[in-house]
């Protein structure tokens, strides 16, 4: 490792091949918690490169435990985290209407790390047990239409490096590769990504997939549709900037924050399942819903989905879709 450093201290790169090897032997614990917080630190003070991402992607994927879901065809929403926004819940919410409006999900996520409360956090505070056992997790799918796939369970590099993210605690690379290695392999993605230099690096590779696929930011900042200002969308056949009114009416940013505990964010997520949150709460999870919907199934416009999304949310069954997931997971 100290080669690698000295190489990378003198501003130079790494090939894709380097990059897949680096992580591999990061997975396999042959390097100490100082060389590997050095190595992680390196992505902090400079960007990533397309060869670096995806070679740290493909490393992930070659050692993840995999799963094949395909025969329910799911998406999963998932954001890289890292925005310094502190939003609630945002993307598991919207999974649960995903959910509830009949397109199967795929849900990869993680504790918290530069934030209070993670996916992981949430699901994990209202009783939900993480498995990576295929029968129970296609159990989970046949009953609430969604599984969750809790990342370290199936990510040994993951594991490796999670009390040393921890102790980080800013966004690291590692942010950066959640989203593209779920372990399902989902031909649909939503991707959210905390910054426009990202967004193009993602675009890039995801065109190299043959996936159905969204990467959005907004524009001031956030990893998701926030509506508080436009957000800038990939997709594999165009590029563009839609505006909060799209959706129906802009919000302010304070609208969209979580408490300051775990506490307060699942009663938050709470609320907005049982449709008793604010208009501008359930308005930012039903614009990332409808675009989820619309990712998964391209051939409905985006206001069919977002018609969709909303009678997911007000009929009960984004609601009944998470009651369900609970009952299932939680013994």
Partial sequence: MKEILLHLFEHRTLTKNQAQEILKNIALGKYNSAQIAAFMTVYLMRSITVEELEGFRDAMLDLCIALDLSHYNPIDLCGTGGDGKSTFNISTLASFVVA???????????????????????????????????????KQLEKANICILHAPLFHPAMKTVAPIRKELGVKTFFNMLGPMVNPAFPQNQMVGVFNLELARLYAYLYQKTNKNFSIIHSLDGYDEISLTAPCKIYTRNQEQILSAEIFGEGILENEILSGNTIEDSAKIFINVLENKASQAQKNVVLANAAMALHTAQPQKTLQECLYMAKESLESGKALHSFKRLQEVSSV
Avoid: M, R
């Fill in 100 to 138: 509830g409006a009949g397109q199967a999900v795929a849900k990869h996520g993680n504790y918290g790390v530069s934030s209070v409360c993670g996916s992981s956090n949430i699901l994990e505070h209202f009783g939900i047990k993480f498995t990576n056992d295929k029968n129970l997790l296609e």
